[in-house]
């Protein structure tokens, strides 16, 4: 699990070297970076599940997610 955030956290460094961060709130991008990383180590989590986790709305990850595509 430590992997999952690590990754994670590697993400949202990469999100702000892209300038992905200025003026949205933090929830929705570490939503983002969270579902990415759970992906990416095989954790197969849903958006909605992850906008309840982050207290956002699905649309909301589903933007940040273009957003770094």
């Not at 999100?15 to 992906?39: H, N, Q, T, Y």
Request: proline share 1%; with cysteine; charged share 30%.
């Amino acid at each position: 699990m430590n992997a999952v955030v690590l990754t994670a956290l590697r993400l949202i460094t990469r999100f702000k070297k892209d300038w992905i961060c200025i003026g949205r709130r933090p929830d929705g991008i570490c939503g983002a970076a969270m579902l990415i990383a759970s992906r990416a180590h095989g954790f197969h989590k849903g958006q909605v599940e992850i906008a309840k986790l982050f207290r956002v709305g699905g649309d909301t990850i589903k933007r940040r997610l273009l957003d770094f595509k």
